[in-house]
């Protein structure tokens, strides 16, 4: 799929970036080399292969769910301006 280079300045109109026309034809055959490298990729046979998550297999190491912290909320909270029922009071900022 080549892109023109109409196509070109529209989608960076669309995306906020500035163009110079000098850099059109460089920026063309560019984007088409990628084109080109996914037409390429989407001709591989891939019927059979499962779909991975990762390269490698990942194994996430798991622990038990203790608390292993004592509760300092009530020590953290002395410095706090406002405090009720446990928990901040802050200033409402909007209407």
Known sequence: ??????????????????LDDAMLPHLQ??????FGMIDTLSKVDTD?????AHAQ?????LRDDEVTEPDR?????QGAPAVQDGLYLV???IE
């Open 1 to 18: 799929m080549a892109l023109s280079q109409n196509e070109i300045q529209r989608i960076a109109h669309l995306a906020r970036i500035e």
């Open 48 to 52: 059979g292969v499962t779909p991975m």
């Open 29 to 34: 055959r560019q984007l088409g080399s990628i």
């Open 57 to 61: 297999p990942l194994a996430l190491p």
């Open 91 to 93: 200033p409402k900022v």
């Open 73 to 77: 909320r009530d020590h953290y909270q």
